[in-house]
């Protein structure tokens, strides 16, 4: 891939909402493992909406701060993701529950031919030393099984939080994604899809952080709507562009 002299190997793009605690560690373990590699980076933290100290905490860590004022994660890694400028994008969530060392095995399937590497926690290989309560476990199953059913078929966990994406790809699906929540995962892997776009799933080890940010079951019903808002799109051609 051919890239501007002045440009990042690597973008790490970090949604965050009240993250004023969890992103110090995060942060840390992610600039430490990328000041060991050979290739220069940037991290962008987006602050979507925060009435804490997160933008604060994020610029005192000398990285790259934006804010999205739409609520709603698929706001927050849109504006990262469009305003990113490396080489490849990866987009992680700020609990970091995949190890940032994760993303060489995304790279090497990018390397390989894929267009886009995601991280999954739902394949035989995959390594979970900390896992969700049983009850999260099990809305995240049948959540994924109406997934497969209705929009993105193949794919075993389309939203773990750790994705992978050529510079010009990203720019494409983003750019044409419309919903703001958290099912914007599952919107653009469908994209990926009907564009005949290659997605590699990768088994990584993922490790659960109780201190989530959302409400699993009001926010799971709440992507079913949008798996229905997701088809209706395409069968209208709003995703034309």
Not at 36 to 62: F, H, K, L, M
Not at 94 to 100: G, H, K, N
Not at 128 to 154: D, K
Not at 163 to 173: E, F, G
Request: charged fraction near 25%.
């Amino acid at each position: 891939m051919s890239r501007s002299p002045d440009a990042p190997f690597l973008s790490v793009v970090i949604p965050a909402y009240n993250e004023e605690q969890r992103l110090p560690p995060t942060l840390s373990r992610i600039q430490e493992y990328l000041r060991a590699q050979s290739y220069d980076y940037e991290i962008i933290v987006v602050d979507n909406g925060s009435t804490d100290a997160t933008a604060e905490t994020a610029r005192r860590a000398g990285v790259t701060v934006l804010r999205e004022p739409t609520r709603g994660k698929g706001a927050a890694v849109r504006t990262g993701m469009l305003a990113a400028r490396g080489a490849f994008i990866l987009f992680s969530d700020a609990d970091l529950s995949t190890p940032i060392e994760e993303v060489e095995k995304l790279m090497a399937a990018l390397d390989g031919g894929a267009d886009v590497a995601i991280a999954s926690r739902g394949l035989r290989e995959s390594k979970l030393p900390v896992r969700q309560p049983w009850y999260r476990e099990l809305v995240g199953r049948v959540g994924n099984l109406l997934v497969r059913m209705v929009a993105v078929r193949g794919i075993a966990d389309t939203q773990c939080g750790f994705k992978l994406y050529p510079r010009q790809v990203a720019r494409r699906l983003f750019g044409l994604q419309r919903l703001p929540g958290i099912a914007f995962d599952m919107e653009v892997l469908f994209l990926a899809q009907r564009l005949g776009l290659r997605i590699a799933e990768i088994p990584v080890t993922w490790r659960d952080s109780p201190d989530t940010r959302f409400n699993r079951v009001k926010e799971s019903l709440g992507a079913v709507r949008d798996l229905v808002r997701i088809r209706a799109n395409w069968f209208l051609g709003r995703y034309a562009g």
